[in-house]
């Protein structure tokens, strides 16, 4: 079974430019999440989608954050325009359908904001 | 509001030693609890969970935690650390009726040879 894959893994932007990141789930996975990991903090969501409906939002700094799954199943999440403060680790995890107890995590984009 | 604190930014054990990761949490009704660890440059792997059951819960590689409610922890345990356990650990809980995990700052795990 592919795990979840993720792209780009290293991207390095400058203050005020955009930048998107692709997530595809593992197949039949109903639930998709996006999580922000700051360097010294823990995994934070920002936004988990059941098939293509978002289920929360609310940590989404929503004036710059922006994410899709149009057809339930991979993902995108862009920031524009990026500020230094975003500079983290961008995980995308999925589970299974009512089982949200157990995520599988992709092995995440690393930004770098300059 | 669910919670989990990691107390410990670091612990350092040497290979065959016995480990012990701490984590005690804060929740508003029964808690669901997990452990997840992440290698460098890699996403983070489930270890295990508690929802409820046997205070004592057994995952991968060996690994085992501890839940224990007087004292709201919930350790992460190894009889015998191997020098590949070192990585970052975290503690995780699930938030109701949300469904997200909530988690902990993280500890570093060194294993000396």
């Known amino acids: 079974e592919a795990g979840v894959a993720q792209s780009p893994r290293y991207k390095i932007i400058e203050k005020r430019q955009s930048v998107a990141f692709w997530c595809n789930p593992i197949?039949?996975?109903?639930?998709l999440y996006w999580y922000q990991q700051i360097l010294g903090q823990g995994p934070k969501l920002l936004i988990q989608f059941q098939n293509n409906g978002v289920v929360d939002d609310s940590q989404l700094p929503k004036d710059r954050f922006s994410a899709e799954r149009l057809k339930g199943v991979d993902s995108t999440l862009k920031i524009q325009p990026a500020k230094l403060e975003d500079s983290a680790v961008y995980l995308c995890?999925?589970?299974?359908?009512?089982?949200?107890?157990?995520?599988?995590f992709g092995p995440g984009t690393r930004l770098t904001v300059l | 509001a669910q919670s989990v604190a990691q107390p410990e930014d670091q612990v350092n054990v040497a290979e065959g030693n016995p480990l012990t990761v701490k984590c005690t949490y804060s929740?508003?009704?029964?808690?669901?609890l997990f452990w997840y660890v992440q290698y460098p440059n890699r996403g983070l792997q489930f270890l295990l969970k508690?929802?409820?059951?046997?205070?004592l819960v057994k995952g991968s590689y060996g690994f085992e935690a501890e839940f224990n409610k007087s004292q709201t922890s919930f350790h992460l345990k190894k009889p015998s650390a191997l020098v590949s356990d070192s990585a970052l650990y975290f503690c995780a809980v699930r938030d109701i009726p949300t469904d997200k995990l909530i988690f902990g700052t993280g500890t570093r795990l060194q294993v000396f040879p």
């Open positions: 929740v508003s009704g029964n808690p669901y």
């Open positions: 995890a999925s589970s299974p359908e009512g089982r949200t107890d157990t995520q599988y």
């Open positions: 197949s039949g996975h109903a639930t």
């Open positions: 508690y929802i409820t059951g046997d205070n």
